[in-house]
């Protein structure tokens, strides 16, 4: 072989290796299939269209949201508006799986409503009865939902998030505009302590299941529906929003600390 020739064979093999590491180092970061399911905070109720949390959940992850399934009033338990009805939304590809579930499955909302327009004995009777609840129904009725979605997306990271408190006691008693409801301070520290054991009761579950809770309550902290700077609707809100969180609560609330609280790593490329 001459010496022009071992040159261009060298050359040759030398640009054969190189064309699989610059094919590896060009190769785009891979996409997750993402879908979202759960309630109305999960939904986006009293929110614009588009500023719901799944929809702003992305950044440096590249996940791609494929079925937006949440709806408002949906239950972990069985019903009409049970979540089994949204599992169709998951499959074996599904990388990422965000889910709000449990506040309908107690009597939350009616025992907002009976706080403000009753006085304190009478509140905190309620907030009582719904935490006993908390403590006995809710683990269980949590339990078959997440196995649930655990079978529907079963290579799946599920991150479950908690709900934000309502209130902040600092800034004094809760009033509705241009009526008589309010909601004391007394009240409003009850309401928060009972938000914290069903907070607490759903990372419980979702860790028994070996799903991600994300807690939201600090990012919340002095942003409650009596604060200066809200990032929840009060009692007065767009259609289905009231006690929501409003776009300021989803997009500096719960849009970052799911961003934050989601290692890329977690998910399956």
């Known amino acids: 072989m001459t010496p022009t020739a071992r040159t261009m064979t060298c050359l040759a093999a030398a640009v054969g290796l190189l064309l699989p590491l610059s094919a590896t180092?060009?190769?785009?970061?891979?996409?997750?299939?993402?879908?979202?399911?759960?309630?109305?905070?999960?939904?986006?109720?009293?929110?614009?269209?588009?500023?719901?949390?799944?929809?702003?959940?992305?950044?440096?992850?590249?996940?791609?949201?494929?079925?937006?399934?949440?709806?408002?009033?949906?239950?972990?338990?069985?019903?009409?508006?049970?979540?089994?009805?949204?599992?169709?939304?998951?499959?074996?590809?599904?990388?990422?799986?965000?889910?709000?579930?449990?506040?309908?499955?107690?009597?939350?909302?009616?025992?907002?409503?009976?706080?403000?327009?009753?006085?304190?004995?009478?509140?905190?009777?309620?907030?009582?009865?719904?935490?006993?609840?908390?403590?006995?129904?809710?683990?269980?009725?949590?339990?078959?939902?997440?196995?649930?979605?655990?079978?529907?997306?079963?290579?799946?990271?599920?991150?479950?998030?908690?709900?934000?408190?309502?209130?902040?006691?600092?800034?004094?008693?809760?009033?509705?505009?241009?009526t008589q409801a309010l909601m004391s301070v007394v009240e409003q520290q009850a309401a928060n302590d009972a938000a914290d054991l069903l907070n607490a009761t759903i990372a419980d579950v979702a860790q028994q299941h070996g799903f991600q809770f994300v807690d939201v309550t600090k990012r919340f902290d002095g942003h409650g529906v009596n604060a200066d700077d809200p990032w929840l609707h009060g009692a007065i809100a767009p259609t289905g929003g009231a006690f929501h969180p409003n776009a300021d609560g989803y997009r500096s609330g719960y849009a970052p600390a799911l961003t934050s609280a989601i290692n890329p790593r977690d998910l399956r490329g």
Do not use: K
């Open 25 to 178: 180092a060009t190769a785009a970061p891979p996409s997750f299939t993402y879908d979202a399911i759960g309630d109305s905070y999960a939904a986006g109720s009293g929110a614009p269209d588009g500023a719901a949390y799944p929809d702003l959940l992305d950044g440096r992850m590249r996940i791609s949201l494929e079925d937006f399934a949440a709806v408002p009033g949906a239950t972990a338990g069985p019903g009409g508006n049970s979540l089994q009805s949204q599992l169709d939304a998951l499959d074996e590809n599904t990388d990422l799986v965000t889910l709000t579930i449990g506040g309908n499955d107690i009597p939350w909302g009616q025992t907002v409503l009976i706080c403000l327009a009753a006085d304190d004995p009478l509140c905190l009777l309620q907030i009582t009865a719904v935490e006993a609840q908390i403590r006995s129904t809710l683990p269980a009725t949590l339990d078959t939902a997440y196995t649930d979605v655990r079978a529907a997306a079963p290579h799946a990271h599920v991150a479950v998030t908690g709900y934000a408190r309502l209130y902040s006691p600092e800034f004094g008693d809760y009033t509705v505009p241009g």
